[in-house]
């Protein structure tokens, strides 16, 4: 669900944080208009804004591990996870993580890939919640929660800055809550 | 068996300033035994023979990460830094809080063609053959002040191409900041002028 839907209605911090993102059209490929984070981290205002904003909504809400996607993930998540006091847990592409892991599979547009997490990260009953810039298919988000959920612990709602049109209505990725600050910017090609 | 020494790879102005706080003793910070026994070494990763530092332990530590951040702020606030970059991936977990915490901007600095901005770019060695590190065009301007953050420093070929690409759009690396040092590397001596700060040292092999 959208932040503008759920009690920041009007709030001046989401229309910064919109304002801070830039898009980069025909990125990665033709068609695709990328929405860039990096602007936003650029700014030390809204990027501050965008972490206040996921540090209310979940200070209160018993949080033990704040999860975050490789690599835009861990931009924000350990941000996050430092003001409610909350481990962070890195999740990542295949081979980089040096322990002992478990790794799910997820769906590309052509052909798949990985996700990974560290075996010892995550204990039953822990209360999760995972961070990614941004979330299209919500496939990438879907491993995680399945990570997740391997290891006896709770996905509490899924948290991003950024959804794109295919996840507007809906409420929950894989029965479990998605809360998106902004939609993407410069989409008119689209509709 | 590694074996972690903890020190404190300070500037000479700061044992003056340890004369005033009573708690560290020999001028180290109580913090870093904590931070440093946090951090797992796992043998023979990626390759056979490597000790490889895991800084993911420590990101689990909620305590030991937050002394983390604390020390880097507590150095580099008030000190008119305007830039934290940090290199992928591990720099992306230690530099943002440090750059929210101090009021800087957070440049990340990433392997080809993950940013889909124009870039600029630099080439550093490896073991065998050569990589490229990039930063977006116009993350930075001349005249600012900067901090290179990573979470280990080894050869030092990554730290000093992000040294140089910073220097070449006319910017001032105050500091490069790891949380390790592998000294037996002598990553330290690529970095020419610039100064080192670290929190824990370790053996590489």
Same mark, same amino acid.
């Given at each position: &669900?959208?932040?503008?839907?759920?009690?920041? #209605?009007?709030?001046?911090?989401?229309?910064?944080?919109?304002?801070?993102?830039?898009?980069?059209?025909?990125?990665? #490929?033709?068609?695709? &208009?990328?929405?860039?984070?990096?602007?936003?981290?650029?700014?030390?205002?809204?990027?501050?804004?965008?972490?206040?904003?996921?540090?209310?909504?979940? #200070?209160? &809400?018993?949080?033990?591990?704040?999860?975050?996607?490789?690599?835009?993930?861990?931009?924000?998540? @350990?941000?996050?996870?430092?003001?409610?006091?909350?481990?962070?847990?890195?999740?990542?592409? @295949?081979?980089?993580?040096?322990?002992?892991?478990?790794?799910?599979?997820?769906?590309?547009?052509?052909?798949?890939?990985?996700?990974?997490?560290?075996?010892?990260?995550?204990?039953?009953?822990?209360?999760?919640?995972?961070?990614?810039?941004?979330?299209?298919?919500?496939?990438?988000?879907?491993?995680?929660?399945?990570?997740?959920?391997?290891?006896?612990?709770?996905?509490?709602?899924?948290?991003?800055?950024?959804?794109? @049109?295919?996840?507007?209505?809906?409420?929950?990725?894989?029965? #479990?809550?998605?809360?998106?600050?902004?939609?993407?910017?410069?989409?008119?090609?689209?509709? | 068996? !590694?074996?972690?020494?903890?020190?404190?790879?300070?500037?000479?102005?700061?044992?003056?300033?340890?004369?005033?706080?009573?708690?560290?003793?020999?001028?180290?910070?109580?913090?870093?035994?904590?931070?440093?026994?946090?951090?797992?070494?796992?043998?023979?990763?990626?390759?056979?023979?490597?000790?490889?530092?895991?800084?993911? !332990?420590?990101?689990?530590?909620?305590?030991?990460?937050?002394?983390?951040?604390?020390?880097?702020?507590?150095?580099?606030?008030?000190?008119?830094?305007?830039?934290?970059?940090?290199?992928?991936?591990?720099?992306?977990?230690?530099?943002?809080?440090?750059?929210?915490?101090?009021?800087?901007?957070?440049?990340?600095?990433?392997?080809?063609?993950?940013?889909?901005?124009?870039?600029?770019?630099?080439?550093?060695?490896?073991?065998?053959?050569?990589?490229?590190?990039?930063?977006?065009?116009?993350?930075?301007?001349?005249?600012?002040?900067?901090?290179?953050?990573?979470?280990?420093?080894?050869?030092?070929?990554?730290?000093?191409?992000?040294?140089?690409?910073?220097?070449?759009?006319?910017?001032?690396?105050?500091?490069?900041?790891?949380?390790?040092?592998?000294?037996?590397?002598?990553?330290?001596?690529?970095?020419?002028?610039?100064?080192?700060?670290?929190?824990?040292?370790?053996?590489?092999?």
């Amino acid at each position: &669900m959208f932040a503008a839907e759920n009690g920041l #209605k009007g709030d001046p911090r989401l229309e910064a944080i919109s304002a801070a993102i830039r898009v980069v059209p025909n990125f990665p #490929k033709k068609g695709i &208009m990328f929405q860039d984070i990096t602007t936003l981290l650029l700014d030390h205002k809204a990027f501050k804004h965008t972490i206040d904003i996921f540090v209310d909504r979940y #200070k209160d &809400m018993q949080i033990s591990v704040v999860a975050g996607v490789e690599a835009r993930g861990f931009m924000f998540g @350990p941000s996050i996870a430092l003001a409610i006091g909350a481990k962070f847990v890195p999740l990542r592409k @295949p081979g980089k993580l040096p322990g002992k892991v478990i790794s799910e599979s997820y769906e590309l547009e052509y052909g798949h890939d990985r996700l990974e997490m560290h075996v010892d990260a995550v204990e039953p009953l822990e209360r999760v919640i995972i961070i990614d810039d941004l979330v299209a298919t919500g496939g990438t988000l879907s491993a995680a929660i399945s990570l997740m959920e391997s290891q006896g612990a709770e996905v509490v709602e899924c948290a991003c800055v950024i959804g794109l @049109p295919e996840v507007k209505g809906q409420h929950k990725l894989k029965g #479990k809550p998605l809360y998106v600050l902004v939609e993407p910017s410069g989409l008119d090609e689209f509709c | 068996m !590694t074996i972690l020494f903890v020190c404190y790879k300070q500037q000479p102005a700061v044992s003056q300033e340890s004369e005033n706080m009573t708690s560290k003793e020999d001028g180290q910070d109580p913090r870093l035994p904590k931070i440093a026994s946090s951090i797992r070494v796992i043998p023979d990763f990626p390759k056979p023979g490597i000790m490889f530092q895991d800084i993911t !332990t420590l990101l689990l530590d909620t305590e030991a990460f937050k002394d983390t951040i604390d020390i880097f702020v507590e150095r580099y606030k008030g000190k008119g830094i305007s830039v934290v970059a940090g290199v992928e991936a591990r720099g992306f977990i230690f530099g943002p809080p440090i750059a929210l915490a101090i009021g800087a901007k957070f440049v990340p600095m990433r392997k080809p063609k993950k940013l889909p901005g124009k870039v600029f770019s630099e080439e550093y060695s490896l073991e065998y053959g050569t990589d490229k590190i990039e930063m977006h065009v116009g993350a930075v301007e001349p005249g600012e002040r900067a901090i290179i953050i990573d979470d280990l420093i080894a050869t030092g070929g990554t730290l000093s191409a992000a040294i140089r690409l910073l220097e070449r759009v006319g910017v001032k690396i105050v500091e490069c900041a790891c949380v390790i040092e592998l000294p037996e590397l002598k990553g330290r001596d690529k970095l020419g002028e610039t100064p080192l700060f670290i929190l824990v040292t370790s053996d590489a092999a």
